[in-house]
């Protein structure tokens, strides 16, 4: 009977500490999560003039890093900075008309294809619109 | 349970785990008419941890910039999920670590646990009372609202009353003529990092003085018996046929922190605003003074004192002096006996001392 009551106590304390765990938990794991860069996600305005033909314009978006390029024949891509291998940011090449991930000698084309070193996968695209002289990302 | 009982055995082989919990524990014995009033150390001792938490918490988004730290305590409070939480369990949770800090005080001196020998645990804990004044007084400008900038400069400018050294002083305190960026600077290194760190020595050398001398008995509650003589070699005051500290003395410890923190949440969570004049919500301005600035409910004693001779300097010597007699009531008082009601003269100093300081601050807090 006695073996009864302590365990009944037992599980009935396991409980009770378990719940303000929780209480203290909760709060403070929301205190600590990073606020979700989708949330903050708005649309990042470019001047079309302010990319010269072969050149590069890097700038935040979404919380990260993204380089809108114009190609030489006057294309434009949006892709995302962060290198696929290790995530350090990607340096564009103005003479070779590249990307160069300074860290481990990753290589990209002007379209993010991996054209040399370890990096996994392309730099992801990112959409991008143009209209009355602006480039509008995201 | 074999398992946990293997992992133990493992340890114990290296460590000798089991016997510290037989020495330091289950064997550690307290006096048998022990009570409530001595679990204000474990009190403190969890209030302080608590502080040290939040304290860190805040630090992930406090800014400590004149220009940006105002606003980013109101981010904390309005953006930041749950940062209402956490900043103001870190200021409720200051004034009820002092409320309990006083309460260990008072208890102390009313079972004269001060007492030959215990002479230096008293000093520590006097230092550590007058550190966690220096902590609160810091950590109270660094919102950088109207109340703080203008607490710390009435707070600071008491220092100018010093003969000769007094204005160079202030100015040291705070890094310039007036309250401004570069005090903000200093008051963020002595509140984050200078004094919690003294704290922690001290708290250390008290608990080692405590070890070493061993638990006072409580002078109620007991068949009376002579005062024995001071011992004139070291001795440990042990407690045979005692109460074992665990798990008889640890539980009345938790009981006795639930009650602390039931009470500190009800006011966290029902008045959390008790400690917050209006002028906490506003951004400092160096060019505009409140019109009636008050410091926290602690400091309203000294404030009336201060405010009741028109000679700083007698107000603060005053004061001086009232501090050093406690600090050194031990030397002072030397009678042997404990028994507050076989003591009329300390209880009638004890009781007119609390009656002026709760006096004197009422009297503040409504002048």
Redesign the interface.
Known sequence: MDHKRRTFLGIGLAGLGALAAAAVGW??F????PRSSREAAGKVVVPEGDIPEGGARFFEYAGSSAVLVRKRDGGLVALSAVCTHLGCIVQWQKESQDFLCPCHAGRFSTDGVVIAGPPPKPLAKIPFSVSGGNITVG | MTLLKKIVDWIDLRIGVREIVRKELTGYLLPRNINAWYSMGSILLVAFALQVLSGI?LL?YYVPDADKAFKSVSQIMNE????W??RMFHAVGSNMMVLALLLHMLSVLLMGSYKRPRELNWLTGFILFSLVQGISLTGYLLPWSQLSFWATTVATNSASAIPLIGPYLVEFLRGGVLVGPPTLGRFFALHVAVIPLLIAALIGAHLFLLKRTGVSTPPFGQPETPIPPPADSYRYEDHPGGIPFFPNYALEDLRSIALYLACFLAVLFFDPYLFFPKDAFIPANPFVTPAHIKPEWYFLANYQTLKLFPNELIGLSLQGAAMTFLALLPFIDRGRQRHPLKRPLFLACFIAGLLLWIGLGIWGHYS
Request: hydrophobic share 65%; proline share 14%.
């Open positions: 709060p403070l929301r205190y600590l999560a | 918490l992930i930041v999920p749950f940062g939480l956490i």
